[in-house]
């Protein structure tokens, strides 16, 4: 069974400062997919990055970037240019090919300081 | 505008007292799928529709029943509920493309 870790509970960065928050997952699937989504207060679940496995670019949202490590199952985000507006829940979660369902991990909650 | 809509988005129940939480999109999405998201477990998929008239169950599916009549509508229902179902709820659709969109989640508060 695929599982998703994430080991920062919460995290913290002052604004316009570089964060990066950790994802590893666990995974005998060669093809996939892995997502970041951010929770605001609002508690919306918003798409913020989408990697597919087969590629080996990481992909990139304006300040939002992946570092993604397919031989070592870590799929870690960083935001640039932090800002307040960025405050949120983040998730990590993976999706194996062709099956639609999504594995959450726990959550890592981010708080940017002014 | 393209979007995942979930009825009501806050409700107090009493256990016991069967339950509807309604879920619609406009996007002629074929996959759908409910979650629930408790503190420190993240999201847990609860049912899924490939498609009308089918339906299967995710992780956590006791206590839930679903149907897909429509492909617009897939309500979350809650026969008899209990407070270890007060949760947040959340609806999402998939279309061709491999990303799930949210609606903007149920609190539910079984007393």
């Known amino acids: 069974a695929q599982t998703v870790t994430q080991s920062q509970p919460e995290m913290s960065v002052q604004e316009a400062e570089t964060v990066t928050l950790s994802c590893t997952y666990d995974t005998s699937e060669n093809n996939y997919y892995l997502f970041w989504y951010k929770q605001p207060p609002s508690r919306q679940m918003i798409l913020v990055i989408r990697q597919e496995a087969y590629k080996q670019q990481n992909a990139t949202e304006n300040r939002f970037s992946v570092n993604f490590q397919k031989a070592a199952k870590s799929f870690s985000l960083k935001i640039s240019d932090s800002q307040l507006g960025d405050t949120a829940m983040y998730f990590c979660?993976?999706?194996?090919?062709?099956?639609?369902?999504?594995?959450f991990g726990t959550g890592t909650r981010l708080q940017v300081f002014p | 505008e393209a979007q995942v809509t979930q009825n009501p988005r806050y409700l107090i129940t009493v256990t016991g007292k069967k339950l509807t939480v309604t879920c619609s999109q406009n996007m002629n999405h074929e996959y759908m799928s409910w979650y629930r998201q408790d503190p420190g477990l993240g999201l847990r998929q609860i049912y899924y529709s490939m498609n009308v008239e089918v339906t299967d169950k995710g992780d956590v599916p006791e206590g839930y029943k679903v149907s897909r009549k429509e492909k617009r509508n897939f309500p979350l229902i809650l026969e008899s509920p209990s407070p270890n179902q007060t949760s947040l709820y959340f609806c999402a659709s998939k279309g061709s493309v491999e990303t799930q969109y949210f609606g903007p989640g149920t609190r539910l508060l079984v007393l």
């Open positions: 979660a993976f999706m194996k090919l062709n099956t639609d369902k999504l594995i």
